[in-house]
């Protein structure tokens, strides 16, 4: 079976540092692009980050970007988010998500997290953000 497990989130004060890993079962991971997303209460679910298969080349969100750093380990079979200067706003439930599909990584913010383009989803976690 084909999994995504996550681990990592919680409870952090505004400041803070954060890690979230996502790490595959059932396959290897390093064919695979890997985004992250988030989804906050009442809103829709939007992209933070995407990392290529091939070049590992990544991307962020404007919000995020400087404060989070996407990267992958393929001997692990992980990819991880690391997470910085948070802010109460960064209260999400988090996914990781992977395709094999080849993603416009480099190419405009949203290229790389089409929904439509994941066929594996992490169970999600929840990372609150507050004093």
């Known amino acids: 079976q084909l999994q995504l497990v996550e681990s990592g989130g919680g409870l952090v004060q505004p400041g803070g540092s954060l890690s979230l890993s996502c790490a595959a079962s059932?396959?290897?991971?390093?064919?695979?692009?890997i985004a992250w997303f988030r989804q906050a209460p009442g809103k829709e679910r939007e992209g933070v980050s995407c990392?290529?298969?091939?070049?590992?080349?990544?991307n962020y969100a404007d919000s995020v970007k400087g404060r989070f750093t996407i990267s992958r380990d393929n001997t692990e079979n992980t990819v991880y988010l690391q997470m910085y200067s948070l802010k109460p706003e960064d209260t999400a439930v988090y996914y990781c998500?992977?395709?094999?599909?080849?993603?416009?990584?480099?190419?405009?913010?949203?290229?790389?997290?089409?929904?439509?383009?994941?066929?594996?989803w992490g169970q999600g976690l929840q990372v609150t953000v507050s004093s």
């Open positions: 059932g396959f290897t991971l390093d064919l695979y692009s």
């Open positions: 990392i290529s298969s091939s070049s590992g080349r990544t």
């Open positions: 998500a992977a395709t094999r599909k080849l993603l416009m990584v480099a190419g405009p913010w949203g290229s790389c997290t089409k929904e439509g383009d994941f066929n594996l």
